[in-house]
């Protein structure tokens, strides 16, 4: 609704965990519709064939958001368990539950009440918080999540290639909404900063993910007593560049 006297106010998201508030909105949804879903199940059908998991295997999507790649896995015979911090994603994802796949309200900084036969923590869904402790909680959770014979997926940004070929802006249209885009590197950060407006009001949302390397990762999974089995560079699963590669995918337990 617009502000009184009909001038437009801006909705300026300055919450620490910007990552509650931004993917609680419509709007993130709106601006990441076209994400690539072929890509997506490529990525599913190499990774669970990689990984060997038993026909009925027990997988937990860590960070779902609306459950793409879980409806894919279930669709492959898994039971699918999709956990994310967003409310609403899970109650829309929730519309599309069934005897074996199940959404729930979950921080990735909490160890399940279940055990898995596989962790996925997909799309760089990872790197999210201000203090690193969190980053090492999220570690130990997964580990203590898994059964004795489950292994875990972490994919994430490289962040090499992406500062090679970050885009400073960006202007992008959907659904009628135009949003600004302005990408840069800070204090260890990528940030994206997204601003438009809709309906009168303005918003302004901004995205923090720590710019962390395979040499990062692999000091926080000595800390966490996590083994790191195989790295890979994009979903076909080809081995990793650190300057070229697309994706940092990290295979452990």
């Not at 801006?10 to 609680?24: G, V």
């Not at 860590?62 to 967003?86: E, P, Q």
């Not at 990872?126 to 999540?145: H, M, P, Q, W």
């Not at 600004?180 to 995205?207: A, M, P, S, V």
Request: aromatic share 12%.
């Amino acid at each position: 609704m617009p502000s009184p006297q009909n001038q437009p106010s801006e909705n300026t998201n300055k919450a620490e965990n910007w990552f509650a508030s931004w993917f609680d909105t419509p709007y993130y949804h709106i601006l990441y519709k076209d994400r690539d879903n072929e890509e997506a199940r490529l990525f599913m059908d190499n990774i669970t064939n990689y990984l060997n998991l038993p026909d009925d295997a027990k997988i937990l999507d860590l960070a779902c958001g609306k459950g793409r790649h879980s409806l894919y896995l279930n669709k492959l015979g898994y039971d699918v368990t999709g956990a994310d911090l967003s409310e609403n994603s899970i109650a829309e994802a929730k519309k599309s539950e069934n005897d074996t796949l199940h959404f729930i309200v979950h921080d990735m900084r909490e160890t399940c009440h279940e055990k898995y036969d596989a962790i996925f923590n997909l799309f760089t869904s990872f790197g999210y918080f201000e203090d690193d402790a969190d980053n090492l909680k999220t570690l130990v959770a997964i580990r203590e999540s898994l059964n004795e014979s489950g292994f875990a997926v972490i994919d994430f940004m490289n962040v090499a290639n992406v500062l090679e070929n970050l885009v400073p802006e960006e202007t992008k249209t959907i659904d009628g909404i135009t949003f600004n885009i302005r990408r840069y590197h800070l204090d260890g950060h990528i940030i994206k900063e997204i601003r438009f407006e809709d309906r009168g009001e303005k918003f302004h949302f901004t995205e923090k993910v720590q710019a962390l390397s395979l040499k990062d990762f692999e000091q926080m999974m000595e800390n966490s007593g996590i083994f790191l089995l195989d790295v890979f560079g994009d979903y076909k699963l080809r081995k990793f560049h650190n300057a070229e590669s697309e994706r940092l995918i990290m295979i452990f337990k």
